[in-house]
């Protein structure tokens, strides 16, 4: 049950092409974003879609293949875990943010 304590498995698309961060200890970074979406009817029988974002980490060989075959638009399978952080603004605001990390990444369709 260890395993499955923190796992998140996701399927979408990339609302942008992804960022890709040098790091100077010579490891790459991959930021991207994807939307997932879900249909349902609402309480007077209206069909309603509602879309999520998530944002997505990937490093490594996975952030190189993230890099060399991702693109706006196109549809991946995520899995990985939540990992939750904060950072400070230029301004000195402190700002929260979630993220999947990713482990393993699938391309689907063409």
Not at 17 to 28: A, H, T
Not at 49 to 75: F, M, P, R, S
Request: proline share 1%; with cysteine; hydrophobic share 35%.
């Amino acid at each position: 049950m260890n395993a499955i304590k923190n796992k998140v498995q996701l399927i979408g698309n990339l609302g942008q092409d992804p960022e890709i961060v040098n790091l100077e200890n010579g490891s790459k970074l991959a930021k991207f974003s994807i939307a997932t979406s879900e249909n349902y009817k609402n309480a007077q029988g209206e069909k309603v879609e509602d879309t999520q974002w998530h944002n997505i980490v990937a490093w490594g060989k996975t952030a190189e293949i993230v890099e060399n075959y991702l693109t706006k638009g196109k549809q991946v399978a995520v899995e990985g875990k939540l990992v939750h952080r904060s950072y400070e603004t230029k301004e000195g605001e402190k700002r929260y943010i979630t993220e999947v990390r990713c482990n393993e990444l699938l391309m689907l369709g063409k």
